[in-house]
Antibody
Framework: EVQLVESGGGLVQPGGSLRLSCAAS????????MSWVRQAPGKGLECVSV???????FYADSVKGRFTISRDNSKNTMYLQMNGLSAEDSAVYYC???????????WGQGTLVTVSS | QSALTQPASASGSPGQSITISCTGS?????????VSWYQHHPGEAPKLILY???DRPSGVSYRFSGSKSGNTASLTISGLQAEDEADYYC???????????FGGGTRLTVL
């Protein structure tokens, strides 16, 4: 059974950093496309970053230069390092396994990030 | 401004059918059959209900169907039920940055 469990969210001050983790089970992270999708309060879904199986990456313009997506194959875990956080980054962040024809297949339950002083 | 345009809201009565549109461009929906749809109940994780325009994942009701014409994709829900009340999002692969984009979402109300 595919499972994705996010952790690392919380309250952080503007300008601060957080690292989100996504522990996967039931499949191999390194063999799949993986993504972080967020939903800010009252807003829609936004694809923040994608990690393709060949280590190619994508970042939304809103986070480019501040966020870094990565994985640890030995731990079967994906990460999102978030630096220079602002209130606009406050959202529920979902870890998602992406299907081979580019669909968001399996979703974690999400982790809440709140940026506030 | 989302790359894909959806109506903000839609509504229907139990038993009726409803169609939600998702309008893109030559760089996404028209170019690829990589259109997917998601159902999102507040407080829960979004759920994949259609992929590759019209394919249903295992366990998704046959009442959900999809189609595409030109740069517009559509989600049709037949035999509306109270549990269908949710937010619905479309997504497509795009040649802009070779990645995935979402529509702005449609809030479906079952009257």
């Amino acid at each position: 059974e595919v499972q994705l469990v996010e952790s690392g969210g919380g309250l952080v001050q503007p300008g601060g950093s957080l690292r989100l983790s996504c522990a996967a089970s039931g499949f191999t992270v390194s063999s799949n496309y993986m993504s972080w999708v967020r939903q800010a309060p009252g807003k829609g879904l936004e694809c923040v970053s994608v990690l393709y199986s060949g280590d190619d990456t994508f970042y939304a313009d809103s986070v480019k230069g501040r966020f870094t997506i990565s994985r640890d194959n030995s731990k079967n875990t994906m990460y999102l390092q978030m630096n220079g956080l602002s209130a606009e980054d406050s959202a529920v962040y979902y870890c998602v396994r992406v299907g081979v024809t580019y669909y968001f297949h399996y979703w974690g339950q999400g982790t809440l990030v709140t940026v506030s002083s | 401004q989302s790359a894909l345009t959806q109506p903000a809201s839609a509504s229907g009565s139990p038993g009726q059918s409803i169609t939600i549109s998702c309008t893109g461009s030559n760089s996404n929906i028209r170019l690829y059959n990589y259109v997917s749809w998601y159902q999102h109940h507040p407080g829960e994780a979004p759920k994949l209900i259609l992929y590759d325009v019209s394919d249903r994942p295992s366990g998704v009701s046959y009442r959900f169907s999809g189609s595409k014409s030109g740069n517009t994709a559509s989600l049709t829900i037949s035999g509306l039920q109270a549990e269908d009340e949710a937010d619905y999002y479309c997504s497509s692969y795009t040649s802009n940055n070779n990645t995935l984009v979402f529509g702005g979402g449609t809030r479906l109300t079952v009257l």
